[in-house]
């Protein structure tokens, strides 16, 4: 976490897809709308942005959902990209458009696009802000977004309740932030069905990347690479030699991008409140209890 004294105002961007995802696993399936369908990933979110709304008591937050698993940028240049993962079932898309309407019925500012993965629109976000003189706070879990924290930004695992700035960044992959999509390239991202160099493991791209700096700087360099200090140089060397032009497409998929749709002015990002009346609707189709329509109310005033 940054300790400096003049740190700007800072924003709030949420990877609100990650936290309805851990609601969908973690709460019990005894929860049900007015229709009868399930709704325990609603009910686990709406826990979840209750808490960060009282604990974090931001001017200024997004949250940004992901609408693009099978049309985004990345599937027209490589049609693996995610192709590991099932498409949410109709019960789990049905709770997200729930969320989204929770989301907003707070007054919270929505980030969504079917080209553009939400981890774009925020670094988009964070990208326009920064150079309006903010600073941001990203709340997810998510490796990849190490590759936007500049100077004053943190990113928060909100359910392991730890920060941490560029710095921490180094701490947990060997790289820093302007290496982060390098680094995934070389040694891929199965989460995300990026392959990687074959035979390169976190450790040898953290150590190329220390060495050479950026990735087009190691395969500019590549013969050298045989001659350095690291276990199998040789093989490694072969193995960049080969796989160079995937690997420049697999930077493709793992640097996010910063022109997309996301928000260009922190007006956009104050809360602003609806109607209680929505609200209320909403507490009634999905059945909240007394405790989480109390909490609602509460973040409206």
């Known amino acids: 976490m940054s300790t ?5 105002p800072a924003v709030h961007l ?3 897809s990650l936290y309805v995802f851990r609601a969908w696993h973690s709460m019990p399936n005894e929860f049900f709308d007015a229709d009868g369908h399930p709704v325990n990933a609603v009910h686990g979110y709406t826990r979840f942005l209750c808490e960060l709304l009282e604990r974090a008591q931001p001017e200024h937050i997004a949250v940004a959902f992901d ?4 049309s985004s940028f990345r599937n027209a240049i490589y049609p ?3 192709a590991n993962r099932e498409l949410p079932p109709p019960d789990l898309e049905r709770q997200f458009v729930q969320c989204r309407a929770v989301t907003e019925a707070l007054g919270i500012h929505l980030m969504i696009d079917h080209s553009f993965e939400a981890d774009d629109l925020i670094g988009s976000t964070v990208w326009n802000l920064r150079a309006a003189g903010w600073s941001s706070v990203i709340v997810s879990a998510d490796k990849d977004f190490g590759q936007l924290l500049g100077e004053h930004d943190e990113q928060w695992d909100y359910a392991r309740s730890v920060r941490w700035g560029p710095a921490g960044v180094h701490e947990k992959l060997g790289v820093h932030p302007h290496q982060v999509a390098d680094y995934l390239a070389l040694c891929g991202d199965a989460v995300d069905n990026i392959p990687g160099v074959p035979g390169i493991g976190a450790k040898t791209a953290a150590a190329l990347l220390s060495h050479f700096g950026s990735l087009d700087t190691l395969l500019d360099r590549i013969d050298e690479v045989a001659f350095l200090r690291l276990r199998g140089a040789a093989t490694c060397a072969a193995k960049l030699r080969e796989h160079a032009e995937q690997a420049r497409l697999y930077r493709r998929l793992t640097r996010i991008a910063l ?4 928000a260009s002015m922190a007006d956009a990002l104050l809360r602003r409140p609806h109607e209680p009346g929505q609200l209320d609707n909403l507490c009634e189709q999905l059945r909240f209890g007394a405790f989480t329509r109390s909490r609602l109310r509460a973040l409206l005033r």
């Open 4 to 8: 400096s004294t003049t740190r700007p």
């Open 14 to 16: 949420v990877d609100g």
């Open 67 to 70: 609408a693009s698993l099978t």
């Open 80 to 82: 693996p990209y995610k």
């Open 259 to 262: 022109d997309a749709p996301g």
